[in-house]
């Protein structure tokens, strides 16, 4: 048996890209998840992949954005599985761009994704993992990247979810509950989709990661979500862990 057998995982975002992969991971380790995103079709993918490694997965339609329907959708994860143990808040959707070109309403969606959806949603779970549950909060380097052009509503954003997860971690550590945020690289979608149309842009970005690949959803991000919220690493939680090939320097 192993260390996970019989744990259950709320991901969000899962329905593709990153999210989709760090189920794939959790699912290889007898994890049952539920599998939480905006459009039922692709939470149905996901999760006949994830029937088909033998554990149980159910969709959960749902926007991130609307924090007054996350408690009511995690309170019926939990009627149906029984439980709660991991919480990987993954889905995001914010602007990119100019800071001068950007309006208040585009700047503000990043914040209504990442911290306000986390918060409300860690709010939520926290009676669930209560004695030994984990959290798991998907940040960026583009925090501390050497060039922020463009990236600056999004990486703002993120570091007010990365700072929100190092007070959860210390707050709730006498729960049991330990929290830490993952900044990682990985072929989504979206990135796959930029890196054909700017195959130069592509490939300078690659050049820039000492290990010279950009990181895969289940074996590089999925597998380190793995050894997170297990037993090995029990007592890390308030720390923020790079998967970006060597590329950010957190300091």
Same mark, same amino acid.
């Given at each position: 048996?192993?260390?996970?057998?019989?744990?259950?995982?709320?991901?969000?975002?899962?329905?593709?890209?990153?999210?989709?992969?760090?189920?794939?991971?959790?699912?290889?380790?007898?994890?049952?998840?539920?599998?939480?995103?905006?459009?039922?079709?692709?939470?149905?993918?996901?999760?006949?992949?994830?029937?088909?490694?033998?554990?149980?997965?159910?969709?959960?339609?749902?926007?991130?954005?609307?924090?007054?329907?996350?408690?009511?959708?995690?309170?019926? =994860?939990?009627?149906?599985?029984? !439980?709660? /143990?991991?919480?990987?808040?993954? %889905? #995001? +959707?914010? $602007?990119?761009?100019? &800071?001068?070109?950007?309006?208040?309403?585009?700047?503000?969606?990043?914040?209504?994704?990442?911290?306000?959806?986390?918060?409300?949603?860690?709010?939520?779970?926290?009676?669930?993992?209560?004695?030994?549950?984990?959290?798991?909060?998907? =940040?960026?380097?583009?925090?501390? !990247?050497? /060039?922020?052009?463009?990236?600056? %509503? #999004? +990486?703002? $954003?993120?570091?007010? &979810?990365?700072?929100?997860?190092?007070?959860?971690?210390?707050?709730?550590?006498?729960?049991?509950?330990?929290?830490?945020?993952?900044?990682?690289?990985?072929?989504?979608?979206?990135?796959?989709?930029?890196?054909?149309?700017?195959?130069?842009?592509?490939?300078?970005?690659?050049?820039?990661?000492?290990?010279?690949?950009?990181?895969?959803?289940? $074996?590089?991000?999925?597998?380190?979500?793995?050894?997170?919220?297990?037993?090995?690493?029990?007592?890390?939680?308030?720390?923020?862990?790079?998967?970006?090939?060597?590329?950010?320097?957190?300091?």
């Amino acid at each position: 048996m192993g260390a996970l057998q019989g744990k259950v995982a709320l991901v969000t975002g899962a329905g593709q890209g990153v999210g989709e992969g760090i189920a794939l991971a959790l699912a290889a380790e007898d994890v049952d998840v539920a599998v939480v995103g905006r459009t039922l079709s692709k939470l149905e993918s996901t999760c006949d992949l994830l029937r088909a490694r033998g554990v149980r997965a159910e969709p959960f339609p749902c926007d991130v954005t609307d924090t007054p329907a996350l408690p009511a959708m995690a309170d019926a =994860v939990v009627a149906e599985f029984g !439980r709660l /143990d991991i919480l990987v808040n993954n %889905a #995001y +959707a914010g $602007a990119y761009g100019p &800071l001068l070109d950007m309006s208040d309403d585009d700047f503000r969606k990043g914040f209504d994704a990442a911290p306000f959806a986390a918060f409300a949603l860690m709010k939520a779970c926290h009676p669930h993992l209560r004695g030994g549950g984990s959290i798991v909060n998907l =940040v960026t380097s583009a925090m501390v !990247r050497w /060039d922020p052009t463009t990236y600056g %509503a #999004y +990486a703002a $954003a993120k570091s007010a &979810l990365r700072s929100l997860t190092r007070t959860v971690a210390v707050e709730w550590a006498p729960d049991g509950i330990r929290a830490n945020s993952i900044a990682p690289h990985a072929m989504s979608p979206g990135l796959e989709g930029w890196a054909k149309a700017r195959p130069e842009e592509a490939a300078a970005f690659v050049a820039s990661i000492p290990m010279r690949r950009i990181g895969d959803p289940e $074996a590089d991000i999925g597998r380190a979500v793995v050894a997170l919220v297990g037993p090995d690493l029990g007592y890390l939680t308030g720390a923020t862990i790079p998967l970006d090939g060597g590329q950010a320097f957190f300091g």
